[in-house]
């Protein structure tokens, strides 16, 4: 138990400094440490993590998949408040993907659980998702949403655990969803992706077999970004592309968690 605290500190701390690869590596023998004991809850708090960074960058199936393993983890250990993080994380992925009718049943079911639980939602997570809801309340109309809220905090805890757990895709990917918004101004929308995969800590020969493109056209697509944004590195097109998809997310109401998770 002792080990798998110490590799998960290590990586909350790389979270903390942006190290994104060091995070992913100290995570995941954390996870073979917690699996190799049998320590369920551990294993269910990494899989709410990974998903949570999912989703802060719409990476919405990666979102999707990981929290309902770790709703699956919470419901086989039978701890009434893990399930409710997991699924009111899963909450805001069904409002980021835009199927408001899930998002509001799952936001019932949450509702119903913390009573059951008399508890509330981690700090971290309680305020974005009160602003999560109350956006999805005023984009759907008080009426439809109460009505779908209502169905959901009416369902057995199984019922509820097994609507979470379902294996719909998610109809709008994170990947999708940024296409469809405007790239920022100045790039095309080859660049804007190449931005994007730079973002996320991408090397040049990564994104060129990601895209299926050779590594000297995205040299090449980096020359113009460059170029066209009045930058020199990509640290500097990290921290404007970041930028953009905060924005993006802020439209999602999964913004915050780009700040609180890192508390």
């Given at each position: ?13 790389a ?9 992913q ?28 960074l ?14 309902r393993e ?7 250990l039978?701890?009434?408040r893990?399930?409710?993080v ?13 199927r408001?009718e899930r ?8 509702q119903?659980?913390?009573q ?13 998702y ?7 309340r ?11 809220f ?21 109809e709008d990917?994170?990947?999708?969803r ?11 929308p ?10 996320r ?12 493109l050779?590594?000297?056209?995205i040299?090449s ?14 640290a ?9 998809l905060?924005d993006?997310?802020a ?13």
């Amino acid at each position: 138990m002792g080990l798998a605290l110490a590799l998960y500190g290590q990586g909350h701390a790389a979270l903390v400094q942006g190290d994104a690869e060091r995070v992913q590596e100290r995570w995941q023998t954390c996870a073979a440490v917690a699996q190799g004991v049998g320590n369920l809850y551990g294993l269910s708090y990494l899989e709410f993590r990974w998903g949570v960074l999912a989703l802060m960058k719409l990476e919405l199936e990666r979102a999707n998949g990981c929290l309902r393993e770790s709703l699956r983890l919470s419901a086989e250990l039978d701890s009434i408040r893990e399930m409710a993080v997991a699924i009111a994380a899963l909450v805001l992925v069904g409002g980021a993907a835009g199927r408001p009718e899930r998002a509001a049943r799952l936001a019932g079911g949450v509702q119903a659980l913390l009573q059951r639980a008399g508890c509330d939602l981690p700090a971290f997570l309680v305020g974005e998702y009160e602003r999560g809801v109350t956006g999805l309340r005023e984009h759907i109309g008080v009426q439809l949403f109460e009505q779908w809220f209502a169905d959901g905090q009416s369902l057995p805890t199984p019922a509820l655990v097994a609507e979470a757990r379902d294996d719909t895709r998610v109809e709008d990917t994170g990947a999708d969803r940024i296409a469809n918004l405007q790239p920022f101004a100045p790039l095309s929308p080859r660049e804007w992706e190449v931005a994007t995969l730079v973002a996320r800590g991408a090397r040049n020969g990564e994104i060129a077999e990601h895209l299926v493109l050779a590594q000297r056209t995205i040299e090449s697509h980096l020359e113009r970004i460059y170029e066209r944004l009045e930058i020199s590195n990509r640290a500097q097109l990290t921290w404007v592309t970041q930028r953009s998809l905060a924005d993006a997310a802020a439209e999602s109401g999964v913004a915050g968690l780009l700040l609180t998770v890192r508390r």
